[in-house]
């Protein structure tokens, strides 16, 4: 569903604006994150359900009344010719560029769901796709490995209630929301995607580095704050990926982001489970309780890597 969402938002929003766009979108969605957070501190276990299921029940009747179908960005691309050259999505080359500086042809429209062979092709014939599905690949396999990481650790080695960890949570939850609705729309127009992703996998490293050498109770709560940063990883190469795709090609594009984060949401607990368990046993080679998430930040080091070669399509045409 948040592929697809994504796909409606780059659909009515000019490429210029989109970063932006996808950030209030992922901050509303960690809003209701917290909201949901909250309320099931209130609510006994059976309403706790009942009440989740009403909320999806609204939102489905919500999207029937009042969310239109797009028309597959074509208002957009009807609307760019009276638009600045730059502010031109990379898929749409101007008339008035030179031959040299013309993008190489995106995928031609698609009518029916696409097949494996058509992802692959998304993947294998644009160099912006192929690093952002390397640095998605890897933050979430780093996120995914705290997540999975984070509570054993904490109640190892501070002794954290489950309280204390759904505190931290509301933090990370808070943190984020603030960010993304409110930081991230102010600096994305004048920062970029390239430079906003690049400082937002650095926060999500030290995020991840600063649990894994907690000294006090205190410090994964100071860790919580880079949060703030990290959070603008996702909406950025969303956005970055959104300008690499032409019309009709939204909902594919976004899609096979969401299915190379989900198979490292599958990949990461079968390592950072077992690599928590051991580093947290007596029986771990040297003690280093937080090696695993400091693995997580390692992953995410990876992903940082890629993102400093990557460059935003409006900038940078792909080679290949």
């Given at each position: 569903?948040?592929?697809?969402?994504?796909?409606?938002?780059?659909?009515?929003?000019?490429?210029?604006?989109?970063?932006?766009?996808?950030?209030?979108?992922?901050?509303?969605?960690?809003?209701?994150?917290?909201?949901?957070?909250?309320?099931?501190?209130?609510?006994?276990?059976?309403?706790?359900?009942?009440?989740?299921?009403?909320?999806?029940?609204?939102?489905?009747?919500?999207?029937?009344?009042?969310?239109?179908?797009?028309?597959?960005?074509?208002?957009?691309?009807?609307?760019?010719?009276?638009e600045e050259e730059n502010s031109h999505p990379l898929c749409v080359p101007s008339c008035s560029s030179s031959s040299e500086d013309v993008a190489p042809p995106t995928l031609p429209p698609l009518r029916k769901a696409a097949s494996l062979s058509e992802m692959a092709a998304l993947l294998t014939t644009s160099s912006t796709f192929s690093?952002?599905?390397?640095?998605?690949?890897?933050?979430?396999?780093?996120?995914?490995?705290?997540?999975?990481?984070?509570?054993?650790?904490?109640?190892?080695?501070?002794?954290?209630?489950?309280?204390?960890?759904?505190?931290?949570?509301?933090?990370?939850?808070?943190?984020?929301?603030?960010?993304?609705?409110?930081?991230?729309?102010?600096?994305?127009?004048?920062?970029?995607?390239?430079?906003?992703?690049?400082?937002?996998?650095?926060?999500?490293?030290?995020?991840?580095?600063?649990?894994?050498?907690?000294?006090?109770?205190?410090?994964?709560?100071?860790?919580?704050?880079?949060?703030?940063?990290?959070?603008?990883?996702?909406?950025?190469?969303?956005?970055?990926?959104?300008?690499?795709?032409?019309?009709?090609?939204?909902?594919?594009?976004?899609?096979?982001?969401?299915?190379?984060?989900?198979?490292?949401?599958?990949?990461?607990?079968?390592?950072?489970?077992?690599?928590?368990?051991?580093?947290?046993?007596?029986?771990?080679?040297?003690?280093?309780?937080?090696?695993?998430?400091?693995?997580?930040?390692?992953?995410?080091?990876?992903?940082?890597?890629?993102?400093?070669?990557?460059?935003?399509?409006?900038?940078?045409?792909?080679?290949?």
């Amino acid at each position: 569903m948040s592929c697809l969402s994504l796909a409606y938002v780059a659909d009515k929003v000019p490429p210029s604006r989109r970063a932006a766009a996808f950030g209030v979108f992922s901050g509303v969605c960690v809003a209701g994150f917290v909201a949901g957070t909250v309320a099931a501190r209130f609510l006994t276990v059976p309403s706790t359900f009942q009440v989740a299921a009403v909320s999806a029940v609204a939102a489905a009747v919500y999207m029937r009344a009042f969310v239109q179908e797009t028309d597959g960005g074509a208002s957009l691309l009807r609307a760019a010719g009276d638009e600045e050259e730059n502010s031109h999505p990379l898929c749409v080359p101007s008339c008035s560029s030179s031959s040299e500086d013309v993008a190489p042809p995106t995928l031609p429209p698609l009518r029916k769901a696409a097949s494996l062979s058509e992802m692959a092709a998304l993947l294998t014939t644009s160099s912006t796709f192929s690093r952002a599905a390397l640095v998605t690949f890897f933050h979430t396999l780093g996120e995914t490995g705290l997540q999975t990481a984070l509570l054993y650790y904490l109640k190892a080695q501070f002794h954290y209630t489950k309280n204390q960890y759904a505190n931290l949570l509301l933090v990370i939850g808070i943190a984020g929301s603030l960010s993304q609705l409110v930081i991230m729309p102010m600096l994305a127009p004048k920062l970029g995607e390239q430079k906003l992703l690049i400082i937002a996998l650095l926060g999500s490293c030290m995020h991840c580095v600063l649990y894994s050498i907690a000294w006090s109770p205190w410090v994964p709560y100071l860790g919580a704050s880079f949060f703030i940063i990290g959070m603008s990883v996702n909406p950025c190469i969303r956005s970055i990926v959104s300008k690499r795709a032409g019309p009709f090609e939204q909902g594919m594009a976004q899609g096979c982001l969401t299915g190379i984060s989900s198979t490292a949401n599958v990949i990461s607990p079968i390592v950072f489970t077992p690599l928590t368990a051991w580093f947290l046993s007596e029986t771990a080679p040297f003690n280093f309780k937080g090696f695993s998430l400091a693995c997580a930040g390692f992953a995410m080091l990876i992903a940082l890597a890629v993102s400093i070669n990557m460059r935003p399509a409006e900038l940078q045409p792909d080679s290949k």
